[in-house]
C-alpha cells in the first residue's frame, strides 16, 4: 500500500512539473511566433513604402524587376535583424 501511493505521488508530481514545462515552452513559442509575425508585417510595410519612393524618385524609368531588387535589398537586412532579435 505504501510503494502504491509513492508511486501514484512521484507520478503526481512528474506530470505537475511536465505540465509547468510545456506551459513555459507554450508561451516562449507563441511569443516567438508572435515576433516574427510583427517582422513578417514590419518586412512588408517597408517593401509598400520603398516601392512608392522607388516610383516616386525615378518614375517609371526602372524596369519593373530592378525596382523588386531595390525593394528587396533595402528590406531584408531589416527583417533579418528583427529576427534574431526574437531569439
Same mark, same amino acid.
Given at each position: 500500500m505504501r510503494s502504491l501511493l509513492i508511486v501514484i505521488t512521484s507520478t503526481a508530481a512528474s506530470l505537475v512539473l511536465l505540465s509547468v514545462a510545456d506551459a513555459q515552452d507554450l508561451g516562449e513559442r507563441i511569443a516567438r511566433a508572435a515576433c516574427e509575425k510583427a517582422c513578417d508585417i514590419s518586412y512588408n510595410k517597408c517593401m509598400e513604402a520603398?516601392?512608392? &519612393? &522607388?516610383?516616386?524618385?525615378n518614375e517609371g524609368e526602372i524596369e519593373s524587376e530592378m525596382k523588386d531588387v531595390v525593394k528587396e535589398e533595402t528590406c531584408q537586412y531589416s527583417k533579418e535583424q528583427c529576427l534574431e532579435a526574437c531569439g
Open positions: 520603398s516601392g512608392k &519612393v &522607388v516610383d516616386r524618385e
